[in-house]
């Protein structure tokens, strides 16, 4: 289906759950809406941190259009679920936000790593929470953003299982992608970035780790909502995202954020 017909689909309550493998070939994106006296310094957050918060689109101060990768598109419908934070506080989830929406928010749309899932495939790499029909898992770490005024925290990164051979071949195709996360910032063991335990992800599924596979973390769009972290600690008046897993799917063709 083309990406208006999904995001359709989306405004109407039809489809409300994770947005991994739709609109194939079409960027996605990780959402953060924030009024217009934070939007410099999350500005500056998102420049000072580009592997984890890639910016795709900003609004102008009170449109809900993101008129540069989706023309015509209501970033207040056309997600599958929102989250709010007020004060830092995750209050709720919903699934529209015309109720929340002010003349002075500005929307920032941030590169998500489900863009490079559909060359991977391509490639012949199984992506093991597509196949599993379930949320990629997400975690928490120890690696610090960089701060920019009021807003600072850890990176979260997602997490897909491989073998040897895949990883090697995952690194080539997602570095074609540096405005979608680009190449894994970490392989291998998963304490040495923080994290306890691989089955217990902080956000989405846990998912079947085969023998023989490796843990392939990539840095996450999720950075600026998870718990403690950005959205935690800087304590905006109110900060609106996506719900892990349920992006904004843009007009954008893939292939137009590839440096080959």
């Not at 000072?48 to 795709?56: A, D, M, W």
């Not at 790499?125 to 597509?130: G, L, Q, T």
Request: charged share 20%; aromatic share 8%; glycine share 6%.
């Amino acid at each position: 289906m083309a990406p208006n017909e999904i995001r359709k689909l989306i405004s109407s309550a039809q489809i409300t759950g994770p947005t991994a493998g739709m609109a194939k070939g079409y960027t996605q994106a990780n959402l953060a809406i924030l009024k217009k006296e934070y939007a410099f310094d999350f500005l500056l957050f998102c420049q000072r941190n580009p592997k984890s918060c890639p910016l795709v689109d900003v609004t102008e101060v009170g449109s809900y259009n993101p008129s540069t990768i989706a023309n015509g598109a209501d970033i207040r419908t056309d997600i599958p679920k929102y989250r709010i934070y007020k004060d830092g506080v995750f209050t709720e989830e919903v699934t529209d936000i015309k109720d929340y929406w002010e003349d002075d928010m500005v929307a920032f749309l941030i590169g998500c790593s489900f863009t490079f899932e559909t060359p991977l495939i391509e490639a012949g790499i199984p992506i093991r929470h597509i196949e599993e029909n379930c949320n990629v898992p997400m975690y928490k770490t120890n690696i610090e953003c960089a701060k920019a005024g009021v807003f600072e925290g850890p990176t979260v990164v997602s997490m897909r299982p491989m073998s040897q051979a895949d990883a090697i071949r995952a690194i080539q195709i997602t570095s074609r992608f540096p405005g979608m996360h680009g190449a894994p910032i970490h392989i291998g063991d998963p304490s040495i970035i923080g994290i306890n335990d691989i089955h217990k992800p902080d956000f989405g599924d846990a998912v079947t780790i085969k023998e023989g596979e490796i843990h392939v973390f990539w840095a996450c769009g999720v950075t600026p909502q998870a718990p403690q972290a950005v959205a935690m600690q800087s304590k905006p008046s109110i900060m609106i995202t996506h719900a892990p897993g349920c992006m904004f799917i843009s007009d954008l063709k893939d292939e137009k954020l590839s440096v080959l």
